[in-house]
């Protein structure tokens, strides 16, 4: 009893010191809540299916991120990772009856031996050259889709796959569920000592190997982890539209992952993920526009980085907070002074 | 032997296609670090300019390309002006502004003419037979043209005093600038020269090909390729890999059955694979880092 009395007081403190003392972090809250008590709010199958769908591709996104947007390694085919995953998801459940549960993460396995195998040669190739190879990679497999049909349905995709759960209220509960565990989870491993080391990757390679690290083997890693949450995300594609088609796979995919994670701020996880959250319901609520809605989507986008080139949800930040000169904690950016050190801010 | 001839014609052209895209997006990259993704949007541009210019107001079809062309290249430099410029220094906002505005040319394209195959008149018919194997002269009135387009532009990369001036500040930007270069005039003229590039290759290439508008989708991706096989900032490289590439694709088109599938897949497993054993490419420059 008085343990759990210590860690509700315990939580009740850091709430209120560490959680409400930051916008940023009172949004995160504000996040999880509303993902989680959404379907109270609405029972609408489309609102629920538009969320549904943000949040596998807020996975995908933060992924991207995770991969490209920290170590640098400019990844141009993550479509790759997405359509490696829903094609197998698919294909283990139709032809060995694997149910969700088992073919979604034997799908990012597959996944991640697609990371290794784009990885390689990425630890010979830079920037530009390695942006544009990974581009090829998915186009290659959909080469292969299309040249054999009677295995992977070729243009029509495999359809007739279990559906994840027998409700949509269910389906969006479990996929929203892991979407905020699995970001959670990437959050924290760019938090960590690896992530550090992903960072400074991307500011100077050859500092880090200088510094004695094994950089082939964390950039090899990070292919890996990027492969497995995007896996992960074309799983639950797979299994939530019942068909994995080469639209898993197409060009445009790639590209628009890459849209999300920048607009949103490269290098943050959050950045792609609120990107994801903004640009996806908002497209599919512009169909009132009609056949205007991506050509306001494109304009919508280039405006934005015209004016915040670090990512809009970066810039947003940085206006509502500020980083304390001398000790680097974050503010709010209306106090005088740093909450910790009690330092003059600006 | 009339196989061997269809390889050979279509190789021919569809390499040099690529040799005069790949150029232009080289030239664009060495110069202003901008992986124009647009590239090929440009091309798209000037492909339904012609169309419109020759339908709607009934020109004869050459002075259709010409405005086509320049129309393009102001399209290009107001582009880079207004949008590219003033974040050119973040190469991640450049690249996702290069996509938005392929998005946006795409959008508008099918918003103007719908998404219909459309297509354009040839500038001559007619054909003569090599081994039983029909060559129309519009395809070998293409391929003049690309080679002399070529000629051209490498007259005015190596003997003029802009070319020069191109070329340095490829090599080295801040060093090109100490020396009294506008860099950003540069970057600017040699936008507007690589989407000239296009718009061309788009003028040439339209009596051949379907007017749609994703139809700047399958040149983008081999014309990367092709830049990326001959070695980023290398013309020698980028006219190597695209007849490279150019042939690989008509050899598994016209050998194997289902070959159009993966003609792609053939020719990008054949860059992936020089670039193992080549990590710069055939030809390639190697960038002084930027740190």
């Known amino acids: 009893?008085?343990?759990?009395?210590?860690?509700?007081?315990?939580?009740?403190?850091?709430?209120?010191?560490?959680?409400?003392?930051?916008?940023?972090?009172?949004?995160?809250?504000?996040?999880?809540?509303?993902?989680?008590?959404?379907?109270?709010?609405?029972?609408?199958?489309?609102?629920?299916?538009?969320?549904?769908?943000?949040?596998?591709?807020?996975?995908?996104?933060?992924?991207?991120?995770?991969?490209?947007?920290?170590?640098?390694?400019?990844?141009?085919?993550?479509?790759?990772?997405?359509?490696?995953?829903?094609?197998?998801?698919?294909?283990?459940?139709?032809?060995?009856?694997?149910?969700?549960?088992?073919?979604?993460?034997?799908?990012?396995?597959?996944?991640?031996?697609?990371?290794?195998?784009?990885?390689?040669?990425?630890?010979?190739?830079?920037?530009?050259?390695?942006?544009?190879?990974?581009?090829?990679?998915?186009?290659?497999?959909?080469?292969?889709?299309?040249?054999?049909?009677?295995?992977?349905?070729?243009?029509?995709?495999?359809?007739?796959?279990?559906?994840?759960?027998?409700?949509?209220?269910?389906?969006?509960?479990?996929?929203?569920?892991?979407?905020?565990?699995?970001?959670?989870?990437?959050?924290?491993?760019?938090?960590?000592?690896?992530?550090?080391?992903?960072?400074?990757?991307?500011?100077?390679?050859?500092?880090?190997?200088?510094?004695?690290?094994?950089?082939?083997?964390?950039?090899?890693?990070?292919?890996?982890?990027?492969?497995?949450?995007?896996?992960?995300?074309?799983?639950?594609?797979?299994?939530?539209?019942?068909?994995?088609?080469?639209?898993?796979?197409?060009?445009?995919?790639?590209?628009?992952?890459?849209?999300?994670?920048?607009?949103?701020?490269?290098?943050?996880?959050?950045?792609?993920?609120?990107?994801?959250?903004?640009?996806?319901?908002?497209?599919?609520?512009?169909?009132?526009?009609?056949?205007?809605?991506?050509?306001?989507?494109?304009?919508?986008?280039?405006?934005?980085?015209?004016?915040?080139?670090?990512?809009?949800?970066?810039?947003?930040?940085?206006?509502?907070?500020?980083?304390?000169?001398?000790?680097?904690?974050?503010?709010?950016?209306?106090?005088?002074?740093?909450?910790?050190?009690t330092a003059q801010l600006h | 032997m009339s196989l061997v001839v269809d390889i050979i014609i279509s190789g021919v052209i569809s390499g040099s296609i690529y040799a005069l895209l790949a150029i232009g997006f080289s030239l664009i990259f060495g110069v202003a670090r901008i992986v124009n993704i647009a590239h090929t949007a440009f091309y798209m541009v000037a492909a339904y300019c012609i169309y419109a210019i020759t339908n709607y107001l009934g020109w004869p079809v050459v002075p259709a390309m010409f405005i086509a062309v320049i129309f393009s290249v102001i399209l290009g430099m107001v582009t880079y002006k207004l949008l590219l410029n003033p974040i050119r220094e973040h190469e991640g906002a450049v690249l996702i502004a290069t996509i938005a505005i392929a998005m946006i040319f795409e959008q508008i394209m099918s918003l103007i003419f719908t998404g219909t195959f459309l297509s354009v008149p040839k500038l001559v018919e007619g054909f003569f037979a090599v081994l039983g194997v029909k060559i129309f002269y519009q395809q070998l009135l293409t391929l003049c043209a690309a080679l002399a387009i070529m000629l051209v532009l490498l007259l005015f990369l190596f003997k003029t005093k802009f070319g020069l001036a191109i070329r340095s500040t490829a090599q080295d930007r801040e060093v090109a600038n100490l020396m009294g270069i506008n860099e950003s005039y540069v970057a600017m003229i040699t936008m507007g020269i690589s989407v000239g590039l296009a718009a061309v290759t788009g003028a040439i290439v339209v009596p051949l090909t379907i007017l749609e508008p994703h139809m700047w989708n399958p040149p983008l991706i081999m014309m990367m390729a092709v830049v990326v096989l001959g070695g980023l900032g290398s013309l020698k490289g980028s006219f190597v890999g695209a007849f490279i590439l150019g042939f690989a694709e008509a050899f598994v088109v016209f050998v194997f059955p289902m070959g159009a599938f993966f003609k792609g897949s053939v020719a990008l497993s054949i860059m992936i694979l020089v670039l193992i054993i080549r990590p710069e490419g055939l030809f390639g420059v190697y960038f002084e880092e930027e740190r």
């Open chain 1, 1 to 341: 009893m008085k343990l759990i009395l210590f860690y509700l007081r315990k939580l009740f403190a850091v709430v209120k010191n560490e959680v409400i003392v930051l916008p940023s972090r009172v949004a995160v809250i504000f996040f999880f809540l509303f993902i989680l008590l959404l379907p109270f709010f609405t029972d609408d199958i489309y609102i629920l299916r538009i969320f549904t769908l943000a949040s596998i591709f807020a996975i995908f996104a933060a992924s991207w991120d995770l991969l490209s947007g920290f170590t640098g390694q400019m990844n141009f085919g993550h479509a790759l990772f997405f359509g490696v995953g829903a094609y197998s998801a698919a294909l283990l459940n139709l032809h060995l009856q694997i149910p969700p549960w088992g073919s979604i993460p034997l799908g990012a396995l597959v996944g991640v031996a697609a990371g290794l195998i784009i990885g390689i040669p990425s630890l010979r190739l830079k920037k530009t050259y390695l942006a544009l190879t990974t581009l090829a990679f998915p186009i290659i497999l959909l080469g292969l889709v299309f040249t054999f049909p009677g295995f992977t349905g070729g243009e029509l995709g495999i359809s007739g796959i279990d559906k994840l759960a027998p409700t949509r209220v269910q389906e969006y509960y479990i996929i929203a569920v892991l979407m905020l565990g699995l970001c959670t989870i990437m959050w924290a491993i760019t938090d960590s000592n690896t992530g550090i080391i992903f960072h400074a990757i991307r500011e100077d390679e050859i500092a880090v190997r200088a510094s004695g690290v094994n950089t082939t083997r964390y950039k090899l890693m990070a292919f890996c982890l990027s492969g497995f949450f995007a896996g992960i995300a074309g799983g639950l594609y797979a299994h939530f539209m019942r068909i994995a088609g080469p639209s898993t796979l197409e060009v445009s995919l790639s590209f628009q992952v890459v849209i999300w994670a920048i607009f949103g701020g490269a290098a943050t996880i959050y950045g792609p993920i609120a990107a994801v959250f903004f640009l996806y319901p908002l497209v599919e609520f512009m169909h009132v526009l009609k056949d205007y809605r991506i050509l306001m989507f494109a304009f919508i986008v280039l405006l934005v980085l015209l004016f915040m080139p670090d990512g809009l949800f970066r810039w947003l930040r940085d206006r509502v907070e500020e980083e304390c000169p001398r000790c680097k904690v974050r503010n709010i950016a209306t106090r005088k002074i740093c909450r910790v050190c």
